[in-house]
């Protein structure tokens, strides 16, 4: 069984750090994309980044390019997004899923973890 499991999230002050893991377990796909979504209270789920497992390629949204970096570690089976420079608006719940497509749209993914929480203060 295929199991997507984030950890990481917490409350940090603007212009702070977190860092977010996103452990896979089970999955037997020879193409693996995992993805970064967030959602806000209110808002729309936005798209944050992705990286193609097979050869680590990155892609972001632009809010967010130059802040946040997406790496794996194919030992370990765990996806990471590093989270730097943080505003208050980056404040929402972190899903990741992973997709056999490399794809920015939530309705690709085929298999999500249950959020963390990531609160930035001012």
């Known amino acids: 069984q295929v199991q997507v499991v984030e950890s990481g999230g917490g409350a940090v002050q603007a212009g702070g750090s977190l860092r977010l893991s996103c452990a896979v377990s089970g999955h037997t796909f020879s193409t693996l994309t995992l993805g970064w979504f967030r959602q806000a209270p209110g808002k729309e789920g936005d798209f944050v980044g992705g990286?193609?497992?097979?050869?680590?390629?990155?892609y972001y949204a632009d809010s967010v390019k130059g802040r946040f970096t997406i790496s794996r570690d194919n030992a370990k089976n765990t996806g990471y997004l590093e989270m730097n420079s943080l505003k208050p608006e980056d404040t929402a719940v972190y899903y990741c899923?992973?997709?056999?497509?490399?794809?920015?749209?939530?309705?690709?993914?085929?298999?999500w973890g249950e959020g963390t929480q990531v609160t930035v203060s001012s």
């Open positions: 990286i193609n497992w097979n050869y680590g390629v990155t």
């Open positions: 899923g992973i997709t056999t497509h490399l794809s920015a749209v939530r309705s690709a993914y085929e298999l």
